[in-house]
Antibody, heavy 119, light 111 residues
Framework: EIQVVESGGGLVQPGGSLRLSCAVS????????MSWGRQAPGKGLEWVGH??????????EYAAPVKGRFSISRDDSKNMLFLQMNSLKSEDTAVYYC??????????WGLGTLVTVSS | DVVLTQSPLSLPVTLGQPASISCRSS???????????FNWFQQRPGQSPRRLIY???KRDSGVPDRFSGSGSGTEFTLKISRVEAEDVGVYFC?????????FGQGTKVEI
């Protein structure tokens, strides 16, 4: 069974930084693409960005609202995914989800971790 | 970006009765290999999203067969043949044919 557990959320001031972590187990992490998504309170779902597998170059892509501020990385030796968030804005307040990919794209979502950007 | 428009946004349902949600895409979601990359997700209250349907009509493992997906090109539908109490929640369509991945606004299904 695939398990996806995010951590690292919390309260941060506008302009601040935060690093989210995601621990994945139960599937072949090193060969999988991974994404981050988010959901603002009471709102819909938004894709934040993804990282390909190392064999595909570990390349990253980001949604326009976070490009240049957020960075995704992975540690295949520990089955961990990371989201470095800099220059945070109030509109980044959301539950952040770590998402596995399968052959059909976005698949299993973690439980999420809440990030609140407020002074 | 591809815009997905769901309707209705709110869907009152009756237990045991059918229900249907539509999703329209601003662009075709057909890949060059012929597959159509369109998905449905369910988000129960207080839970994470769960994929129900991928590639228009393929049910994920463990998804009851009362859920079915159909459509082609830019028009898609999710049907619940007989609504059960556990089906309450918000349903999102999502396209995985183009970057960035985008979602519909969500349809709230309530008894």
């Amino acid at each position: 069974e695939i398990q996806v557990v995010e951590s690292g959320g919390g309260l941060v001031q506008p302009g601040g930084s935060l690093r989210l972590s995601c621990a994945v187990s139960g599937f072949s992490f090193s060969s999988a693409w991974m994404s981050w998504g988010r959901q603002a309170p009471g709102k819909g779902l938004e894709w934040v960005g993804h990282i390909t597998s190392k064999s595909d170059g570990a390349t990253t892509e980001y949604a326009a609202p976070v490009k240049g501020r957020f960075s995704i990385s992975r540690d295949d030796s520990k089955n961990m995914l990371f989201l470095q968030m800099n220059s945070l804005k109030s509109e980044d307040t959301a539950v952040y989800y770590c998402i596995t990919h399968d052959a059909a794209d976005l698949n299993q979502w973690g439980l999420g971790t809440l990030v609140t950007v407020s002074s | 970006d591809v815009v997905l428009t769901q309707s209705p946004l709110s869907l009152p349902v009756t237990l045991g009765q059918p229900a249907s949600i539509s999703c329209r895409s601003s662009e075709t979601l057909v890949h060059s290999d012929g597959r159509t990359f369109f998905n449905w997700f369910q988000q129960r209250p207080g839970q994470s999203p769960r994929r129900l349907i991928y590639q228009v009509s393929k049910r994920d493992s463990g998804v009851p067969d009362r859920f079915s997906g159909s459509g082609s090109g830019t028009e898609f539908t999710l049907k619940i043949s007989r609504v059960e109490a556990e089906d309450v929640g918000v349903y999102f369509c999502m396209q995985s044919a183009h970057w960035p991945r985008t979602f519909g606004q969500g349809t709230k299904v309530e008894i």
